[in-house]
Structure formats: C-alpha cells, structure tokens
C-alpha cells in the first residue's frame, strides 16, 4: 500500500484558533480523508507550537506557568480540530519531551559540522510574528508581516549559514517545479528572498526562558526555527542517527500545507534545515490562501473573528466545512460572512443535495414500498446519465491531482445536479399513473439511488457525516466507486439532510445574540 504522509503548520498555543486558523486543518483533512478512500496508507500529523517569548509572556499576564498555559490552549485547539470533525492521526506538541531532546541533538549536529556559529544579532524585533527584521525590510517602520510596532533588539545569538546552501536549493527549485504550489508562491520566494542573498538566519535567544536550551550554553534557548519545523521530522520517528522504522517508512512528507505567510519559512529555511541534516526534503509545500471577512485578514484587534464552534452551533459541521472548502479559491484568498455561508446552504446543500436525497428516496418508499431494483427498462437518457456517473472517479482525482478541492467538490455537485436534471426529464411521477411503466420507474429509481450512491462515497472526505447519513438513508454499505447494476435498495424513512434556511432571520438572531 502506498503511504502518504501529509501536516499542517502547527498551531500556535498563544490563543483559540478562529476560522481562518481552522480552514487549514480541514483542508489538510479533506486531503488525507480522500487519499484514505483511494486505498493510500496516510498519516496526518497536526498540533501545537508551544515555546517562545510571546507564550511566556501571556502566561505571565494570565498568571500561570507557561505549561499550564499551553496545556490550556493545545486542549482548546485540538478541540476546535474534533469539533470539525478531523481526522489526524497524531496530535504533537512541542513541549514533549522527545521532541525536545531531538532539538537538542539537531543543534548540535549543526553546531558541530559548522553549520551554526556565535555571533551578536542587532535588529527590529517583531514579538507576535517572532520575527527579526533588517532596517530596511520594515515597512513605514513596522513588521512587513503583520503591521505591528517592532522592537530594537541586540543580543548574543547562534546564527545558522543559510547563505551556505542557497545555490543548492535554488538548483533543487529549478529540478522539482512542483515543490512549492501553487506556481506564482515559488516566484515570490526566489524574487523575494533567494536572489537577493540569503542572510544568515538567527536560531538562538537569551532574551527569554520557555523554549528548549541550547545544549553546550544554557544560556541560549533554541529559536522558533529549529524547534517548531523540526515537528515534522521529531514526532515522525527521526532521530539523530537517521530515524527509526516509522521515519524511514513515512519521510519525507508527501505534503506541508501551510499558510502563505509562513511560506517563507517552510520553502527556504525548513530545506535548507534537512539540507544539513542530510535528509530527503518534502514533495511538496502548499501555500494555501487566507480567509478573510469584509475582505481584510482576521484578527482580534479589527474585530472581525469568526470562530468555528460558533458557527457549528448556528449551522452544523459539514455546512461550515462545505463552505470552506468549496468557497476558498485555489490560489486567491477567499471571504466569509454568515450570509454567503446561508446563500450556499440554501442553493447548494438544501436545494441540490438535501432535494435530491429526499425526494428520491420519498418515491422509492411511495411507489415501491422502499425496495428497488434494477429493471434495466432504459432509455438513451439513462447511459448518458450512468456515463456522468461513473465518470466522476476520474474528474475528482484530476481536480485532487492539483489540490483543487473546491473543484473536485463542484464535480460532484455537478453530477448530483445531473440527477436532478434526469428526475425532471424521466418524470418519475408521470411514470407512476401508468401501470405499464411500472418497470420504467424502478428503473428510473435505481439508477438514481446508485447516482446518488456514488455521489456519497466521494462526499466522504469533504462532508463525512453527510455521506454517512445518506448511505444509512439509502440502507446500503456498498464504497464500490461506479455504477453497480444489480444492488437491491430497500431504503429507509426520507429525513431532510439540510433544511432552508430564512435568512433575514438568521441574521437578525444573530445580530441580537452578539
């Protein structure tokens, strides 16, 4: 069986995610769910980052320690992960003690092979981005990243040769064109930052305590950089002598699926990190876009947060999960209101596939008493419809290929529109007053029962309660991923899936509940 090994960035224990944050891990599972059904052997790793100055001092002001702080907050993020009904196969944390111990070992290999050298770093300091700046990298005197005040810092730092390796990985883009997707990502970082000369990086502080100590001077604590990328390989099985049975089966990941802004990181400083290390470097890196309300990037300070269990108590799991799958672009940023979410429950979920399922199985229980079998009474229309059927397994997989989620969903969607379209031109209940086309109208009904058979066991990865729900409808277990020809339905009682809803109402409730 073919392995598939895929992560998230890991998320940062400082506070609850909000939606934005939470869109990566459900793609990231939508990912590894699909890859799960085409029969690939995944592991999904997930988690939280759980050291640095900014965590130490939040934990200050919430009077904790800084591990009673992140125990609280890793709970609070893989809760949000549960609630959105993902499913990682390893939830890791930084503060783990194995982990910790491989960082270690990893700054010493690289101290020890001159990789990492002392020196004094003097600069602008970003806190919430834990990011260094050059004076000219600021942007009207503030971080380039997030628009925030910066800091003049100067301090005894390591300092990793990342200038060292930079023609090796410029070389390694140009032989792998697709190592960082989409395509207009990897120009940014080769104009952006390998053209112009990579700086020495900075992999050590003295300015704070809660972080991992760098082994030969306890006074230097190991930087975001080493520590936090290193989850990858730490929590997978690697181990300074090469890695265990685990990591030589897993690594290299077939998949890092970030965020854009920390691009960057994941694309130049994380290859050139394995480079040293004299490890395989990831398939692939993909730099997927930011969710954004009212247009602008989500933060406290705008106001503008939306969280994910909120709008699962107004909607539901897989109304939000449709939503942020279908509705963010493959390469653009995409927008979130409680409107355009309602718009897209009523015009997708409740009237092409909440319709669909329930009248269908309402005219098998009507008109046969529940049981349906294939009559093979058929009409031109019928192959075209089974054509669209049994075509989908492919158009879904070009679509996933690419990582074009949205697409691959639109796919199924337009053929459970197909089989609304057949509902309308065979007109079941025309059939139904003709005694003689009795045969007829089982056949119409098998043939969409099976459409929408299959239709569910490619909704699994994106809406996995859905399709669970409606095989249980249908009364049928059958994953075969084509038109089958001689199933027997004996279907069950017709429950809405997704209800409409009335939206100036919602919106008014809303409103008044805030």
Known sequence: MEKYYITTAIAYASGKPHIGNTYEIVLADAIARYKRLKGFDVYFQTGTDEHGEKIEEKAKEAKMT??????????????????????????????????????????????????????RYEGWYCTPCESFWTEKELINGKCPDCGREVSKRSEESYFFKMSKYQERLLKYYEEHPTFIEPESRKNEMVNNFLKPGLQDLCVSRTTFDWGVRVPFNDKHIVYVWIDALSNYITFAGYDINGGNEEFKKWWPADLHLIGKDILRFHTIYWPILLMALGLELPKQVFGHPWLLMNNDKMSKSKGNIMYADDLVNLFGVDAIRYYLLH?????????????????????????????????????????????????????????EYIEKINSLSDRVEKKMAHLEVGLAIDEIFDTLRASNKYIDDTMPWVLAKDDEKKERLETVLYNLLEGIRVCAVYLEPYLPDTSKEILRQINVDNKEEKFVLDSVYQVLEAKPIFMRLDIPKMLQNIEENK
């Open 327 to 383: 509705e963010i672009p493959f390469a653009s940023d995409g927008t979130i209101s409680y409107e355009l979410i309602m718009e897209r429950i009523n015009s997708d979920l409740a009237n092409v596939l909440g319709n669909l399922v329930n009248r269908t199985i309402s005219m098998a229980n009507k008109y046969f008493e529940g049981k349906v079998t294939n009559k093979n009474i058929s009409d031109t229309m019928d192959q």
């Open 66 to 119: 800084p591990q009673e702080f992140v125990d609280e907050k890793a709970a609070e993020i893989k809760n949000i992960w549960d609630i959105m009904n993902t499913s990682y196969d390893k939830f890791v944390r930084t503060t783990d003690a194995h982990h910790k111990k491989v960082v270690q070992d990893i700054f010493q290999k690289l101290y020890d092979q001159g990789d990492i050298y002392l020196d």
